[in-house]
Each structure stands twice: as C-alpha cells, then as structure tokens.
C-alpha cells in the first residue's frame, strides 16, 4: 500500500505522486492476456453471430442490441490499444507495439500518429498556451468574443453535443485517419499506411465471403456507437464543473493530473467496458499504470482518493460547458455567456 506524501496539490510535487505509485506500473503478462481473451473472443463471436442474424433478417431490436455490446467490447479493445501507447500493457515495448498495430486496425485508427498526439496530450492538458493537438477545441471567453462570426459559428457547432458525439467520432475514425497527414514524420505515415491497407484488405475479404453490404451494416453502427461512448469519455474527463486550466507560467502538473482530471464514477459494468479509464487522474499522475491496476493505485493512495468523483449524472453538464473563463477560472456555458453580454449591454 502508498502512503500519503502529505501536503495539498501545491507543495506536492509529480515526481513525489509518481514514486508513491511506480509499484502499480508493472505490467503483468497474465492479467495481459487474460483481458485479451475477456475482449477478443466475445467480440469476434459476437460478430459471427451478427453476420448470420443479419443475413436470415432478425428484427432490427435484437440485431441493435448486439451492436451495442460488440460496441462496449470494441471500447474496451481500445483501452488496450491506448494503454499499448504509453508501452504499459506488456513489458515488452515490441509487444507493445505489436498490440497496438492490431488494435490499431479493429479500431480503424493509426498506432503510431494515434500515440504521437496522444503523448502530445499528456504534455500539454489543463496548459491554456499549449492547446491543440490530441484535445478538445476549447476557447476561452476573451478569444471566443475576439473570433469571426464564422469561427464563433463553428465553434458552436463543435461544441453541439449532435455534432461531436454524432458526426464527430464518424468524421475523425472513418475519414480523418485514413488520410496520411503531411506533417507527422515518417513512423506516423507508415502506421497510417499500414493501417489503411490492412482494412483495405479486411472490406475485400469481407466482400469475398460474408459480403461487403452484410460487413457495412454491422461495422458501420458498431463503429458509430462505440466512437460516440468513446469521445464522450475522453470529453468529460477534461471537460467538467470545477476542472483545473491554467496559462503555462502558472501550469502545475500535480494540480493538472488531480484537478485537471477526472475522476468519473462509473458502475462497474460500464467500468469493466471502459477499462478503468475514469480513473483518469490516476492515469495522468503515471501514465505507465496499465487498466488492469489503476483501480488498485487508486484503492490504496489516499491522495488519489481525495479527488471528488463525478458520476454520470454530474457529468452532464459538462455538454453545457463550452468556454474557459479566465476571469472566474471556471467553464461557463454559451447561456451564461450570452446573458452576460444582455446585461451588460442593457447597463
């Protein structure tokens, strides 16, 4: 068990957090393959189950109910796919790797530019200065009020709840990471490359056999929900009522990782799913904790059990959080904003 470092988040430092937790950062082969197996199998039985409902025409209630749960497994292989980019599922780097090329295709997403940004991510969360790469569009108050109206337009269509959790996670799996971006380096294009042809090659098995409508009409939905739960978990575990942003002269990492964060909340069999990602204030305290121990890092530190979970419940209003405001350090809502601006006109 951790002991407490003592001290609140502004006398700690991350180096001291990461030490209390390193024992948790050992990968274990076993739990390792034991969670493939948990995930793989049921998804892939799962989908020869869907093919043949689909082709003798089950009605539509039973088929959406097994493209939801191949969905949640899909969901849980990508937080092996996540954790295989911070090199923390196996000890190997090149199972790692591996891994992470394989789950980079049953998720239609590039490991290697996928890992780039997402470490980019991590460097950079909660820093008002280094926005952009691997995070949710977030203005603040003053940039918003500064942007053109056709910024300002598009901004709120981002920040639309129909737009980022339903056209949005189509648009970035489906089409954005298909496309082998001219600014990431070599490792990033060939990942892409490599992830492209292996899901050219799975449509033209799939159109040789089970047939490419039968493969579309399950793919496509399962790929739409699980992205939507996807992009929402993401969104909420740093979009919340009372997270942490600061500019980077004043950026903490420990106030990042444990105000910045999220802690939420979920029952245990969406917990299962979501492999213990909402225990993301852990995650950002040491990266290197794999899924299958952060509940433990978590039961044993009571620092990491000082952050107030946010349930689903609290969680939804963060959809109605869209702008940092500076003055009031906190996430204000368009409705807010836009009140303000009636009264300070009227005055």
Same mark, same amino acid.
């Given at each position: 068990?951790?002991?407490?470092?003592?001290?609140?988040?502004?006398?700690?430092?991350?180096?001291? #957090? !990461? $030490?209390?937790?390193?024992q948790y950062a050992r990968p274990d082969l076993r739990k390792a393959i034991l969670q493939m197996l948990s995930a793989l199998i049921p998804y892939f039985g799962l989908w020869v189950i869907l093919v043949y409902m689909v082709k003798q025409k089950y009605p539509f209630a039973v088929i959406g109910a097994l493209i939801l749960l191949v969905s949640l497994f899909l969901v849980r292989i990508f937080i092996f796919f996540h954790d295989c980019a911070h090199n923390s599922f196996f000890s190997s780097n090149r199972a790692n790797?591996?891994?992470g090329y394989v789950t980079g295709v049953l998720t239609f997403t590039p490991f290697r530019y996928?890992? !780039?940004?997402?470490?980019?991510?991590?460097?950079?969360?909660?820093? #008002?200065?280094? !926005?952009?790469?691997?995070?949710?569009?977030?203005?603040?108050?003053?940039?918003?009020?500064?942007?053109?109206?056709? $910024?300002?337009?598009?901004? !709120?269509?981002?920040?639309?709840p129909f737009v980022f959790l339903g056209i949005g996670p189509g648009y970035s799996f489906l089409l954005t990471q298909r496309l082998l971006h001219q600014w990431e380096g070599k490792n990033e294009r060939f990942s892409a490359a490599v992830t492209n042809v292996a899901i050219l090659g799975i449509l033209v098995a799939a159109g040789q056999t089970i047939g490419l409508r039968t493969y579309l009409l399950i793919q496509i939905p399962v790929f739409l929900i699980a992205g939507a739960i996807g992009v929402w978990l993401f969104y909420v575990q740093h979009q919340f009522e009372g997270v942490y942003w600061s500019r980077h002269e004043n950026w903490n990492p420990? $106030?990042?990782?444990?105000?910045?964060?999220?802690?939420? $909340?979920?029952?245990?069999?969406?917990?299962?799913?979501?492999?213990?990602?909402?225990?993301?204030?852990?995650?950002?305290? #040491?990266?290197?904790?794999?899924?299958?121990? #952060?509940?433990?890092?978590?039961?044993?530190?009571s620092i990491m059990q000082s952050v107030p979970p946010l349930d689903i419940r609290r969680s939804m209003k963060s959809l109605f959080l869209n702008l940092w405001d500076e003055k009031q350090q906190k996430l204000i809502s368009f409705k807010s904003l836009n009140s303000r601006s009636g009264k300070n006109t009227s005055n």
């Open positions: 068990m951790v002991t407490d470092t003592g001290g609140a988040p502004d006398e700690l430092t991350i180096q001291a #957090l !990461r $030490k209390t937790l390193s790797t591996i891994l996928w890992q !780039r940004n997402h470490m980019v991510h991590h460097n950079t969360y909660a820093d #008002l200065d280094l !926005r952009g790469v691997g995070d949710i569009w977030t203005l603040t108050v003053d940039e918003y009020h500064t942007a053109s109206p056709m $910024k300002q337009l598009g901004y !709120r269509l981002y920040r639309n420990v $106030k990042a990782a444990l105000l910045g964060s999220s802690y939420y $909340k979920l029952p245990k069999v969406l917990q299962w799913f979501s492999g213990n990602i909402g225990l993301h204030h852990v995650h950002h305290v #040491l990266p290197r904790i794999p899924n299958y121990n #952060l509940q433990r890092s978590y039961d044993e530190s």
